[in-house]
């Protein structure tokens, strides 16, 4: 039972124009949400989180929105550029849980075209 | 500051053979883990540690165990090898785990043929 999903495995964006990077829970506790994003042979890494008394949390390009009541979080990234391209995982837990308690999406390939 | 390093990057193991993923950060972080993610799945918590001496069953233990005898070091124990455990390997820390962001190593592809 995946309780986040990302259902799309790939999206490919043109250099400049936004990206809408997709994700979806099922477990109504989860009031904690992260974004990492992975380049091949590397380890995660962090790029944003939001928790659930935002509704929107920005840094820079990225933009993560939450919609509780769809059980839905997207991360927007504007403009798009070529070293953007990598794997992007969203995560999903508890603020007064412990990060054993992540739960990760599958993960979306974005490819960002020049 | 090398932060969260992993050895090896590649390995591949017969069937029933045992090996030792190292994992050591340099961040005095509290909290380390675990993590194996198969293709297309996302990464699932084998085992995770709140500190030295501590250890505790993620959600896919079976066939591995840990031990974290210092605050740097937290080694991953495949004790008799199988092709379900083909995978790629993180290890991951956290200053106190709380909600926290985690800091990543680089990775160790293992392949069990």
């Known amino acids: 039972d995946q309780q986040v999903k990302q259902n799309s495995p790939s999206l490919s964006v043109q250099e400049g124009r936004i990206s809408i990077l997709n994700c979806d829970y099922t477990?109504?506790?989860?009031?904690?949400f992260l974004w990492y994003k992975k380049y091949p042979a590397e380890g995660p890494t962090f790029l944003i989180s939001?928790?659930?008394?935002?509704d929107k949390n920005e840094d820079g390009r990225f933009t993560v929105f939450l919609n509780k009541s769809a059980k839905h979080l997207s991360l927007h990234i504007v403009p798009s550029q070529p070293g953007d391209s990598a794997v992007y995982f969203c995560?999903?837990?508890?603020?007064?849980?412990?990060?054993?308690?992540?739960?990760f999406g599958s993960g979306t390939q974005l490819t960002v075209l020049p | 500051n090398a932060g969260v390093t992993q050895t090896p990057k590649f390995r591949i193991l017969k069937i029933g053979q045992s090996m030792t993923l190292q994992c050591t950060q340099d961040?005095?972080?509290?909290?380390m883990y675990w993590y194996r993610q198969d293709p297309g799945m996302g990464l699932k918590l084998i085992y995770y540690?709140?500190?030295?001496?501590?250890?505790d069953k993620g959600e896919v233990p079976n066939g591995y165990n840990v031990s974290r005898s210092t605050t740097e070091d937290f080694p991953l124990r495949l004790e008799l090898a199988a092709p379900s455990q083909t995978s790629v390997y993180f290890c991951a820390s956290s200053y106190s785990g709380e909600g926290e962001k985690l800091f990543f190593g680089s990775g160790t592809q293992l392949s069990v043929l």
């Open positions: 961040m005095n972080h509290n909290y």
């Open positions: 477990n109504s506790m989860f009031d904690y």
């Open positions: 995560a999903a837990g508890r603020i007064s849980g412990s990060a054993r308690q992540l739960t």
């Open positions: 939001i928790s659930s008394i935002k």
């Open positions: 540690s709140v500190g030295a001496g501590i250890t």
